[in-house]
């Protein structure tokens, strides 16, 4: 199944990323969305598109949910509050995800065999160097961008 | 012709040559392979490598891995002390992953203190005991062996038959840590079996004002509570009401509330606490004095005559109070205590003008101040009318309960010393802890046996011949009774959020196994929760107060539920039940000494101390977080980065204090007293005031290594304890280790 994301977010759905990427009452951060929220507009077939039809046949009906892959999940050591970050520091999306927002077809899943994350985590490129300012979530970046942010660091502060 | 055939030499030369097999040498390889690892340092693929394979070793498969699943949200009550306050789990396929505190509870006001939040994880501490235990001896270095609660049953059998036919010279103990609750009759009716059979209850695990003031009062029905809703002036001795007394919801809101309130809070302690901190005043006392101080107050109370006209009549011994405050001038106290007479009296009008309080403070690890001054400290409640009062200290009715209790409940202070052969060591926490010598003197002179149940490997296990692993928090089905204080009786569940393991033992069942090895017909209920249901019951049949939903949107008066199937299932859902009752009369018959005679206070104006001679040693610590295995590692962050809290194995003296004994700040020092010495380090602290070793009895969150040995017990070991069962201040000497 192929998501586009500029079908939601671009001028004729107008929708913001925090529409389906919502934050909870206490202010967690929900990530992924589940089939509970696609349904919301999706319960019936928007359009006849491949994907459309498999949404709505394999998911939505049987209320299953998307096994989506995640490009930007960390190691289960790492923890990344994101209410911190977009609701206090005002950190756009963009500045760590890129603009996946706009996107038409989601990039391939690329698996690191030996890691067995997402090769979005160290960056497309071998060398580690970015192409754009976007690539790679690695703790280095983490690290810089706090540094640049004059914000104090504590092992414990991602690793709990 | 010449330069022909040399041409042609050369050319046969090097056409041997090619036909020879190249030849690499060692140093050739060696080079090459130098300059390859070299060169491949410059390259991406050796770090790329080595951060692959660093996040490889994560994902192997013993490595415990976070659950992917549904998110759901489960409301339920905090046990790891008797404050009970309200939580709100969130669960990842049905694990918890975060506690918080739930806004709109009408008790606990969606506060959470760090060692709730951090709850769930005490069931993975390090120090936890998945299986009974035996101690193989006393001796400290005795090793401790594997064993099965049948195998406990059966060695405890012919002991506790023994104490069951007369013939033993010593009883049988249980020291309820958390007293209030369904197990705390099923203990009760489990002693009463047993001639003379003691049911304890721990230090901490009552407010020492209301139990002083309930023997003022010399009423055994009903139970006291401070309405601090509608106090207007506090005056606190040393009471944490902003650091973990009662549920802290409760004080925190209504000191954050006070601009709309009017309420003071006057702290009188030796130290800048956090409460001290957050007072309107702060009376920095020297620690010993607080009785002088109280008796000062009362005594300008009386001479001014600002205390309602009633009390001189209905006050059986007035005019010995009366006798024993005039000898308590303000000045004179002043001098002694180290607070200026002026502030002495102003406190005596704030309090006789508003409707207020007064309590003592019971310190997590100093414990209760001394009994004669904790009575001058209830007395002036007496004194102020506050008792019956709105806005003072209600007698409120207690929990529906069915039946009796046969054992009365003592303080582990009035048991008679080794009187105890076998003691039960109950496995809740009150979340403070005591002196082990306090325990020890209580047993028969052999030691005794003592059976403890405990989700962990503690100090006091040291002291267990049998250690039996009970559920840890959240685990098990658990009840939240009135937190100590409350103005209310109130009743909740503790809903498990975790599986207990197969091998913990519900203390439910080890009474019905000792009862079965002592020849016993069973005590009671088989279960924790077969309990519960019948307390559930026992408020369903007295139509009494209301219950409330988890988030506090609704309430439901009990009398209109149709069954108590329907106050179960309220209740099982995170639901409170809070009584409506009205106050019970107060016995108008109140005293101001109690059985206290005026000859105790003769040296209650203690000199001010020489700090370069004996110091005063003060045991403190935080609720909940005075033992190792009470904290969960996950706040070492609190305890060791950010210093937030402080560490066990610290002692706060006031920078004079040690410069007069040739000390520096961080230095190690070397405490003694009566009872042994230890090596501490110094923190220079200004906010202790001097002549005072305010010595941490804190956690080491890091100090989860052993399980072989319990830990020492510190700085409490150095603690004497008093008759009365206090050890707040000992006479100790410092000196550089």
């Given at each position: ?5 500029a ?7 107008g ?21 509970a929220?696609c349904?919301?507009?999706?319960s019936a ?5 491949e994907?459309e039809?498999v ?5 939505v009906t049987?209320?299953k ?5 995640v ?5 289960d050591?790492a923890?990344?509050p994101h ?15 890129g603009?996946?927002g ?5 990039p391939?899943?690329?698996v690191n ?7 979005d ?11 754009h ?5 690695k703790?280095?970046?983490?690290v810089?961008?706090h ?10 502060d991602c690793?709990? | 012709?010449q ?5 042609t ?5 090097i056409?041997?040559r090619?036909?020879r097999p190249?030849?690499?040498?060692r140093r050739?390889l060696?080079t090459f ?11 991406p ?5 080595l951060?692959?394979?660093a996040i ?12 992917r699943g ?10 790891l002390?008797p ?14 992953v ?8 009408s ?5 959470l203190?760090p ?6 994880h005490?069931?993975y ?15 400290a ?7 099965t ?22 009883t049988?103990?249980v ?5 209030g ?5 099923l ?5 009463s079996?047993?001639?003379g059979g003691?049911?304890?209850v721990?230090?901490?695990?009552e ?9 003022l009062?010399?009423?055994?029905e009903?139970?006291?509570?401070y ?5 207007r002036?506090?005056?606190?001795f040393?009471?944490p009401l902003v ?11 209504l000191?954050?509330n ?8 006057i702290q ?8 001290a901190?957050?007072a ?16 000062a ?7 001014q005559?600002l205390f309602?006209?009633?009390i ?9 109070y ?10 004179d106290v002043a001098?002694v205590?180290?607070i200026p007479?002026s502030v ?7 309090l006789?003008?508003?409707p ?5 403070g019971?310190?997590p690890a100093?414990?209760?101040l001394d ?7 209830a007395g ?6 506050n ?7 209600s ?9 009796a209790?046969?054992?009365?409940a ?10 105890v052969?076998?003691?039960?060591i ?18 028969t ?8 149940l405990?989700?962990?490997l503690s ?9 039996v692993?009970?559920?840890a ?11 100590p ?6 009743f909740?569940?503790?809903l498990p ?5 197969d091998t ?29 249901r ?12 209301t219950l409330?939903t988890?988030?506090?949107s609704?309430?439901?008066?009990v009398m209109a539920m ?8 309220g ?6 039940w ?5 106050d019970k009369q107060?016995n ?8 206290m ?14 700090t370069t001679?004996?110091l ?8 909940n977080?005075t033992?190792?295995?009470?904290v969960?590692?996950?706040?070492s962050k ?9 560490l066990?194995g ?6 004079s ?7 520096s700040?961080g ?11 230890m ?9 202790v005031?001097p002549?005072v ?11 989860t290594?052993?399980?072989d040995?319990?830990?020492?017990e510190g700085?409490l070991?150095?603690?004497?304890v ?7 201040i000992?006479?100790a000497?410092i000196?550089?280790?």
């Open positions: 199944m192929q998501f586009n994301h079908v939601h977010t671009g001028e004729q759905n929708m913001t990323c925090d529409m389906c990427h919502e934050f909870t009452e206490n202010g967690s951060f929900k990530g992924i969305p589940t089939i929220k349904t919301e507009c999706h077939a928007i359009g006849s598109t994907s039809k949404l709505v046949e394999q998911f049987p209320h949910e998307i096994p989506w892959k490009y930007s999940r960390q190691p050591n923890y990344f209410a911190a970050h977009v609701k206090r520091a005002e950190i756009k999306c963009e500045e760590c995800h603009p996946h706009s996107s038409n077809t989601l391939v899943y690329q065999r030996i890691s067995g994350y997402s090769r985590i160290w960056g497309r490129n071998i060398s580690g160097l970015p192409s300012p976007w690539e790679g979530m703790m280095d970046r983490c810089r961008c540094a640049e942010r004059h914000r104090d660091d504590s092992c414990l690793h709990k | 012709m330069n022909a055939t040399e041409t030499a050369v050319l046969i030369a056409s041997e090619e036909k190249m030849n690499i040498t050739e060696l392979a130098g300059g390859s690892i070299l060169g491949a340092l410059f390259t693929i050796p770090w790329k490598l951060d692959d394979s490889w070793t994560q994902n192997w498969s013993l490595i415990p891995r976070l659950p549904p998110e759901t949200f489960t409301f339920t009550g905090c046990t002390c404050g009970g306050c309200a939580v709100k789990a969130r669960r990842v396929n049905g694990h918890p975060s506690l918080v505190g739930v806004a709109g509870h008790l606990s006001n969606g506060i203190c060692m709730g939040i951090a709850g769930h005490l069931a501490h390090p120090l936890r005991l998945r299986r009974p235990f035996a101690f193989t001896g006393k001796g270095d005795s090793p401790l062996v594997p064993s609660l049948d195998e406990i049953a059966s060695n405890l059998a012919p002991m506790l038959k023994d104490i069951r036919s007369s013939s033993s010279k010593g049988i103990a020291l309820d840590q958390r007293p609750r369904v197990l705390s009759d203990y009760r009716k489990f002693v079996n047993f001639p003691i049911y304890a721990a230090p901490g695990s407010d020492p004002t209301l139990t002083t003031l309930r023997a009062c010399n009423t055994t009903g139970t006291l509570g309405d601090l809703e509608n106090t002036v506090i005056l606190s040393g009471a650091d973990g007394w009662s549920t802290p919801g409760r004080t925190v809101k000191l954050q006070r601009n709309q309130n009017g309420l003071k809070l009188v302690e030796g130290v800048q606490s956090r409460t901190l957050q309107d005043t702060w009376l920095p006392i020297m620690p010993g004095t607080e009785a002088a101080l109280a008796l107050i009362g005594g300008v109370i009386v001479r005559n309602p006209a009633k001189e009549k209905t006050s059986p011994d007035f005019h010995t009366k006798t024993l405050v005039s000898k308590f001038e303000p000045e001098a205590c180290g007479s002495i009296s102003e406190t005596a009008h704030a006789a003008s508003n207020s309080v007064v309590m003592s019971y310190d100093g414990g209760p009994s004669a001054t904790e009575t001058v400290i002036l409640n007496v004194l102020l009318g008792i019956g009062r709105t806005g003072g200290i007698l409120h009715p207690p929990i529906p309960s069915p039946g209790t046969t054992s009365p003592v303080g582990l202070a009035q048991v008679p010393d080794h009187s052969r076998l003691l039960l109950d496995g809740a926490e009150s979340g403070h802890t005591y002196p082990l010598s306090l325990l020890k003197r209580k047993l002179a052999d030691g005794g046996t003592v059976v403890m405990s989700p962990y100090s006091r296990s040291a002291l267990a011949d049998y250690l692993p009970s559920p928090a959240f685990e098990s089905l658990e009840e939240i009774s009135t937190p204080g409350a103005r209310r009786s109130s909740a569940l503790s959020l975790l599986k207990q393991p913990t033992v519900d203390p439910a069942t080890l009474l019905a196994k000792l009862a079965g090895a002592s020849g016993l017909p069973s005590v009671g209920a088989e279960t924790v929760e077969s309990c519960l019948q307390r559930a019951h026992d408020i369903w049949l007295s139509k009494r107060g409330a988890p988030t506090g609704s309430q439901t008066p149709a069954s108590e199937e329907e106050l179960w299932k209740l099982s859902e995170g639901g409170w809070v009584d409506n009752m009205q107060v108008p018959r109140l005293t101001l000494l109690g059985l005679t005026p000859d105790r206070y003769d040296k209650a104006s203690a000199p001010a101390l020489d001679g004996t005063k040693l003060i045991p403190f610590g935080w609720r977080a033992m190792t295995a009470s969960a590692p996950v706040l609190l305890f060791q980065e950010s210093h937030l809290r402080s066990g610290r002692v706060h003296i006031n920078p204090t040690l410069a007069a004994n040739a000390l700040d230095a190690y020092v070397k405490i003694s007293t009566h009872s042994g010495n090596t501490a380090q110094a923190v220079a602290d200004p906010s005031i002549g070793i305010h010595a941490i009895v804190g956690p080491s969150p890091n100090n290594a052993s399980k040995r319990p830990e020492a700085i070991g150095l603690c004497a008093r008759d009365d069962g206090s050890w707040r000992t006479e000497t000196a550089k280790a």
